[in-house]
């Protein structure tokens, strides 16, 4: 349901993966509790923020999460979350590595990123 993560610009952060609740519970304060409990779990671990997606379908959520103080990254912060595939990772990973100029350390590009 949560994970922690770490951000460098800001420190550790809390990330919610696939929070909801099913849709005959919806309306009697579940998920309001829930996101209360994940809260405080986040401040407990000194967490500087909490994140997670919200499907842009889904206006009430996105409206909840507003009304809590939440902010959309994707246009407020200029961000976009991207996904390679599977594939797309199994290219990269075979792809060529670029031929440094002799005057670059000896490790560089070797498992450093």
């Not at 209360?36 to 996105?62: E, G, I, W």
């Not at 990772?89 to 000896?106: M, V």
Request: hydrophobic share 35%; aromatic share 16%; net charge neutral.
């Amino acid at each position: 349901m949560y994970y922690f993560t770490y951000d460098p610009w800001i420190g550790r952060v809390i990330f919610l993966e696939d929070f909801y609740v099913v849709k005959s519970y919806r309306g009697l304060g579940i998920g309001q509790e829930l996101l209360k409990k994940l809260s405080q779990v986040a401040t407990s671990f000194h967490c500087a923020c909490m994140q997670f997606l919200v499907n842009v379908r889904n206006q009430k959520s996105v409206d909840y999460y507003v009304n809590c103080g939440g902010f959309d990254l994707s246009s407020d912060a200029g961000w976009h979350l991207f996904r390679l595939a599977k594939d797309d990772l199994s290219n990269l990973a075979i792809k060529e590595s670029k031929k440094f100029p002799e005057s670059c350390p000896k490790d560089l590009g070797q498992g450093q990123v």
